[in-house]
């Protein structure tokens, strides 16, 4: 019989051969002292491997993790410090980024599609759309154009009424068997004259740059750009909402933030991760 | 009558994840710094460059503190918390180009001064070398078996496949290791010696 080799005693070894493969490679083992001495050789390296010595994580390393843990949103209210801004979207995976700019790309293409409407109808006397056209023109962060929906988020709809403002037509088939307030036609309304954001958020809405300001508070980092931003509430309260593209392959990240939102003091009211909406791949006809 | 555990009894790992989920800002901090290093350890050792494990344990304890109120305790804490750390290795190695994505060839084994001249350090660093030039799955699987001493059953959870491939992808990484790691284990320098198959570890007698 042939010699065996690494990868025959290796397998020989987690009990990977047929039951001829092994009795034919024992007895081989037994007549062949250079086999054995492979075999010791494999015996060998695994006692290497389980005698590494201990390896701590590195004071640095933890010190790093710690901080960027403690910048993530929990449930409670926790204003992000102006220190931790090179937070945990400084290591976004590649991965999920790429993901999230085709969605990106898809639901721009949705947000201006809806918005184009906007512009023409209120173009009259929107003294509110033209503050936020300039903020967009001047921000690094490019921001999509926020929306009025006056959508009520609340704790226990996010799941249907976030993934409906990314993708309206996706939500319509949902919306009419629940109780809780549609997210679609009124973001097909937003645009009327009478929907303008409750008092409480016009800073964010109307002074250039404040809701960029805001953005970038959220990220807390290298800026991505917003996938949408809705002018609304979160359980009953004024509140501005902002999905990012999550850090997950196939996530968004939604953020509801209240009225004193800023660059340091984001004033955040809930954070959650949600799945990107899957039909806002196939077909950006919303 | 006996009285109730101790306020202060050290919570287990499912406790500080249920306080997590229930808004605890402190509970995942705890389970943190309870499993770091081990985290640490099979994340360094899989990807082979301290850069890289820093920012795939990173990534996936974010992960992690995000996923907190998903977890269903179908599995221990910390075969869940292996499963994000070596599934965000997994990740990042497979965008790393220099990674080989398939089996070497046969590598020479290199150059290098006997065992006993070398430190553990040295060792430890040539191991460390070794490893990152496995295949990553392979690398993952012998980390987990054979350095940290996981059953093949509970590696199979943490990687998500059947134990048979767990056993594949050791014997195959083993082999490779053997090869290329021959000269830091030289009982035997001479193959034409007989040895003795009985060797230090407990697999010999099967």
């Not at chain 1, 024992?26 to 001495?37: K, N, P, V």
């Not at chain 1, 001047?138 to 988020?153: A, D, E, N």
């Not at chain 2, 392979?138 to 056993?167: F, I, R, S, W």
């Amino acid at each position: 019989m042939t010699h065996l080799d690494l990868d025959r005693l290796a397998d020989l070894e987690e009990d990977l051969l047929t039951p001829d493969e092994e009795g034919a490679a024992q007895t081989h083992l037994d007549e062949c002292a250079e086999c054995r001495a492979r075999q010791a050789q494999l015996a060998d390296t695994r006692a290497v491997l389980s005698n590494l010595p201990p390896e701590p994580m590195p004071a640095a390393v933890s010190a790093r993790i710690e901080a960027a843990l403690s910048a993530l949103p929990s449930t409670t209210i926790v204003p992000l410090a102006a220190s931790k801004r090179r937070g945990w979207r400084a290591h976004p995976t590649a991965a999920g980024l790429g993901a999230a700019a085709s969605v990106a790309a898809l639901v721009a293409a949705l947000v201006v599609g809806r918005t184009s409407s906007h512009d023409s109808s209120s173009s009259a006397g929107g003294s509110a759309e033209t503050a936020g056209a300039a903020g967009t023109a001047t921000s690094s962060i490019p921001l999509p154009p926020p929306s009025v929906t006056g959508t009520k988020y609340s704790f226990h709809n996010l799941g249907r009424t976030v993934p409906a403002l990314l993708h309206p037509s996706a939500a319509l088939a949902v919306a009419p068997n629940t109780g809780a307030q549609p997210a679609p036609q009124a973001s097909k309304r937003s645009t009327d004259a009478s929907a303008s954001p409750p008092a409480a958020l016009s800073r964010l809405f109307t002074t250039p740059g404040a809701l960029e300001a805001c953005v970038r508070g959220i990220e807390g980092g290298p800026a991505a750009q917003p996938l949408a931003i809705d002018f609304a509430t979160f359980q009953g309260a004024p509140a501005v909402l902002v999905i990012l593209p999550g850090l997950d392959q196939g996530k968004v990240d939604a953020w509801f933030v209240g009225p004193s939102c800023t660059s340091t003091d984001v004033n955040l009211l809930r954070y959650r991760s949600l799945p990107a909406p899957a039909s806002a791949a196939p077909s950006p006809g919303g | 009558m006996p009285s109730p555990p101790a306020e202060s009894a050290e919570p287990s790992d499912r406790e500080l994840l249920e306080r997590h989920s229930s808004g605890d800002r402190d509970a995942f901090g705890e389970l943190v710094r309870r499993h770091r290093d081990r985290l640490w350890r099979v994340a360094l050792r899989t990807l082979g460059d301290p850069d890289d494990a820093a920012d795939a344990v990173q990534d996936a304890l974010v992960s992690a503190f995000r996923a907190g109120s998903s977890y269903r305790g179908e599995a221990a804490v910390t075969t869940w918390l292996h499963r994000i750390v070596v599934n965000s290795c997994l990740d990042l190695a497979r965008r790393r180009t220099s990674r080989p994505t398939t089996p070497l060839a046969d590598s020479p084994a290199l150059a290098m001064p006997a065992a006993d001249a070398l430190g553990a350090r040295e060792t430890s660093t040539e191991i460390l070398a070794a490893l990152r030039d496995l295949p990553i799955e392979q690398a993952a699987a012998v980390v987990l078996v054979d350095v940290e001493g996981y059953p093949v059953a509970d590696v199979a959870e943490m990687l998500e496949v059947p134990t048979g491939t767990v056993k594949s992808r050791c014997a195959r990484g083993r082999s490779r290791l053997a090869a290329r790691l021959q000269h830091l284990a030289p009982r035997n320098p001479d193959p034409q010696l007989p040895v003795q198959p009985g060797a230090p570890k407990d697999e010999e007698g099967r």
